[in-house]
């Protein structure tokens, strides 16, 4: 299972993630991306577009990793 979250302090709200994984990034009003909040590890089915959101944020502020059924 993949967990994903946004540094805050990188992010400068280029939207790419929404265009990638609409189902899991959204922006705030100020266009920062943020993980939704009722996305706690990422759905197989959006695990792909999560991955190319990863590869495509330009301030490499996502990151994701593999977390066991124990982490949740
Ligand atoms: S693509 Fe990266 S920099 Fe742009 S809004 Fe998403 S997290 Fe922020």
Do not use: W
């Amino acid at each position: 299972m993949l967990r994903v979250s946004i540094d805050p302090t990188r992010c400068e709200g280029h939207a790419k993630c929404l265009m990638d994984s609409p189902e899991v990034f959204d922006l705030d009003d100020q266009g920062f991306g943020f993980v939704k909040p009722e996305v706690d590890v990422v759905a197989h089915e959006h695990r792909n577009a999560v991955l190319r959101a990863v590869a495509g944020c330009p301030e490499y502020a996502i990151s994701a990793h593999e977390i066991s059924v124990e982490e949740r």
